[in-house]
């Protein structure tokens, strides 16, 4: 069993969020409040609508209009940070950049040490002879792992994950789920994931914040202790999985189109 810091590192603390329009006042989340351990992979689970991917881009500095307070280390949060690191659903590779020079990108340092760094990270993704070729030259995974290398290159404290394998084949996407596992395991980044699906954050997470509703909330939260790498088919992993299930499917009464 993985050993964690007991130390906050992402705290989150009363969040509220509200979008504003010219006809329409809407409150996406409401009176949020979660601490993400030092090293902790932490699995955010709900139903699209219900304002997950609206607090990873709080996280992420990305929006910053909002009630509450999100602090990295007890500092406040007030914009985007290469402390911070973020994966899309989307890779969101340059085209017209080689992969090698796509996680490049915002490296500061001689040539030598950036080549170095860059080479080490496309090791740790498993796409060590790949530096030369262009994003539209790889299949769907390897193009999410090059957008997590880059992401990790950086060396963030933070490594936020938007449903980053969302848009992947079913056998790509539990191949990615392993992946990311192992990355995290040898690097010990503090890591959020976002997700809707259930198998998703119980194979991955150390613990599983269930949020639902609208306004969004966090109706439940799971404490995932199974050794790692994790086996699906145990009746542990099996059973895990239902009360995660059962929790999202009662607190979906709360949402309301």
Known sequence: MVQLDNSAMVSIENVSKTFHSRTKDVLALQKVSLNVRKGEFLAILGPSGCGKTTLLRMIAGLETDYEGNITVEGERIVGPSLGRGM???EHRLLPWLTIKENVALGLEGSEAGIAGKVQRYLEKVG?????????????????????????????????????PFGALDAITRVRMQAEIERIWLA??????????????????????????GRPGEI??????????????????????????????????????I
């Open 219 to 256: 109706k439940a939260l799971f404490n995932i202790a199974l050794e790692r790498p994790r086996d699906r088919n145990t009746a542990d992993y099996v059973s895990i999985r239902k009360q995660v299930h059962n929790a999202l499917e009662e607190s979906m009464g709360t949402f309301s």
């Open 87 to 89: 994966a899309f659903q």
């Open 187 to 212: 690097e010990r980044t503090t890591m959020i994931l976002i997700t809707h699906d259930i198998d998703e954050a119980v194979y991955l997470g150390d613990r599983v914040a269930v949020m639902t």
């Open 127 to 163: 796409l060590e002879g790949f530096g030369h070729v262009y994003p539209s030259q790889l299949s769907g995974g390897m193009a999410q792992r090059a957008a997590i290398a880059r992401a990790l290159v950086n060396q963030p404290k933070v490594l936020l994950l938007d449903e």
